[in-house]
C-alpha cells in the first residue's frame, strides 16, 4: 500500500495529571505527558505506517524542543514546526473515578500557539503534495490571531485541492476571546470534505436533539432511522461534505464504558458494532484515535466502507487501554481485534 501524506495542525500541550487516581488538590508529585487533539491524530497515522506532517507552534525552550523529539521518536515530521512565544500551552487532567467524574483544567492563554498568526507558516510548502489536511475546532478556539490563522490554512488547503478532514472538538471552556463557537464551527464544517465528531458535538452544532445512546452493553439497538434523517439534514446543509463520522460513548461507570459510531457515506448509513470495554485505563484521545484509524483506513480498504468505520472503531476502543493521549496501537493488532471479534460472532451464531 502507497503511503499517503496528511498533515495534521493544530496546538501541542503538556498534560499534567497527580500520580493514581488523586484529585489534583491531593499528593506533592504531577505526572506529565504530551498530547493535543491534532498532535494525537498524527501519532495514530504514524503508528499505522502513514508519511505524517504535524504543524504547531511552540516556544523556543528545552520544554518545547522536548515536545516536538516526543512526536518525532514516534514517526511523526516535525520539520516544519515553528519556535517563538514564552510558553507551551498545558492542562490538567484529573482521571473519573467511581462516581467521581474526571476533571480537565486548561492553561493556555498566550502560549506560543496562543500568538500564532497568519504568514507565520508557509502553507504551500508544508502542503506540498499532501492528500489530507486535518484540522479541528480547537485550532480556532484558543484565539482570534488563531482562527484567522486556521481559516488562511482552509483557504490554500482549497487552492491546492487537498481533502480537508475536519473534527468539530467543540471545548466550551476555551471558547473566551469572544467569537461565537456556533458560527465559527459551521463555517469550518462548511469548508470540510469529510467530519468527525461525537453525538453532542453534532447536537451542538446543528441544533438537532440526539437520539439517546444508553448502551450498558453490546445488544443495544440503535434508532438507525431517526440518525439517518439527521445526517441527510446535515448533508443538506452541508453539501460539501461527503463522509460524516459519529462517534458515541456511554459511560456506564468509572471504568465501563460502551463505544460506537456511524458513518453516513453516498446516501448510505453504517453502524460499527458496539464496544463494550469493562477495564477504562484512560479514556483522553479516543475520539482522535479514530480519526486517525479512519484516515488511514480509507487508504487501506479502499470502497469498503463497513470494514473501514470498524477497524476506526477498534482503534478507538483500544485507545483505552493505553495511559496518555496517544494511540500506541499497530495496524496489525487492530486487524487482530477485528479478526477476533468477527470469529467470536461466527462461533455464536452457529451455536445458536
Same mark, same amino acid.
Given at each position: ?61 528545552? !520544554?518545547?524542543?522536548?515536545?516536538? $523529539? ?30 467521581? =467524574? ?71 471552556? @476555551? ?24 453525538? #453532542? %458535538? ?26 439517518? %434523517? ?28 460502551? @463505544?460506537?459510531?456511524? @458513518? ?6 453504517? *453502524?460499527? =458494532? ?43 476502543? $483500544? ?9 500506541? !496501537?499497530?495496524?496489525?493488532? #487492530?486487524?487482530?481485534? @477485528?479478526? *477476533? ?9 452457529? #451455536?445458536?
Amino acid at each position: 500500500m502507497k503511503r499517503q501524506k496528511i498533515v495534521t495542525f493544530g496546538e501541542l500541550l503538556l498534560r499534567f495529571s497527580k500520580t493514581g487516581h488523586q484529585r489534583l488538590a491531593q499528593g506533592d508529585m504531577f505526572t506529565s505527558k504530551y498530547g493535543g487533539s491534532e498532535a494525537n491524530v498524527a501519532v495514530s497515522l504514524a503508528t499505522l505506517g502513514e508519511d505524517v506532517t504535524y504543524i504547531t507552534r511552540l516556544p523556543d525552550t528545552p !520544554v518545547g524542543h522536548a515536545g516536538a $523529539m516526543c512526536l518525532a521518536q514516534l514517526g511523526v515530521d516535525t520539520r516544519h514546526i515553528l519556535y517563538a512565544g514564552q510558553r507551551i500551552g498545558t492542562y490538567y487532567f484529573e482521571p473519573a473515578a467511581g462516581m467521581r =467524574p474526571a476533571k480537565v483544567i486548561y492553561d493556555r492563554d498566550n502560549s506560543a500557539y496562543y500568538d500564532l498568526r497568519p504568514g507565520m507558516i508557509p502553507w504551500r510548502e508544508v502542503l506540498r503534495g499532501a492528500t489530507v489536511f486535518q484540522v479541528s475546532g480547537i485550532t480556532a478556539a484558543i484565539s482570534q490571531q488563531a482562527a484567522d490563522a486556521t481559516f488562511e490554512a482552509l483557504d490554500i488547503a482549497d487552492e491546492m485541492g487537498i481533502t480537508v478532514s475536519f473534527d468539530i472538538n467543540y471545548r466550551k471552556n @476555551l471558547w473566551r476571546y469572544g467569537a461565537d463557537p456556533r458560527q465559527t464551527l459551521s463555517r469550518m464544517l462548511s469548508r470540510c470534505d469529510m467530519m468527525f465528531g461525537d453525538a #453532542i %458535538e453534532f447536537e451542538f452544532v446543528s441544533q438537532h436533539p440526539q437520539p439517546p445512546f444508553t448502551a450498558t452493553d453490546s445488544n443495544f439497538k440503535m434508532q438507525m432511522r431517526e440518525y439517518g %434523517e439527521w445526517f441527510d439534514e446535515l448533508h443538506a446543509q452541508y453539501p460539501r461534505c461527503k463522509s460524516w463520522l459519529m462517534g458515541m460513548r456511554n459511560i456506564v461507570s468509572s471504568n465501563h464504558h460502551t @463505544l460506537t459510531a456511524l @458513518l453516513w457515506k453516498d446516501g448510505e448509513l453504517l *453502524q460499527a =458494532p458496539i464496544m463494550d470495554i469493562p477495564d477504562v485505563v484512560d479514556p483522553v484521545g479516543v475520539g482522535d484515535a479514530f480519526m486517525g484509524a479512519y484516515l488511514h483506513a480509507i487508504q487501506a480498504f479502499p470502497g469498503d466502507n463497513q470494514r473501514q468505520l470498524n477497524y476506526s472503531l477498534a482503534a478507538a476502543a $483500544m485507545k483505552n487501554s493505553i495511559p496518555g493521549d496517544f494511540n500506541l !496501537v499497530t495496524d496489525q493488532e #487492530i486487524r487482530d481485534l @477485528l479478526e *477476533q471479534r468477527h470469529n467470536a460472532s461466527t462461533l455464536y451464531k452457529t #451455536i445458536e
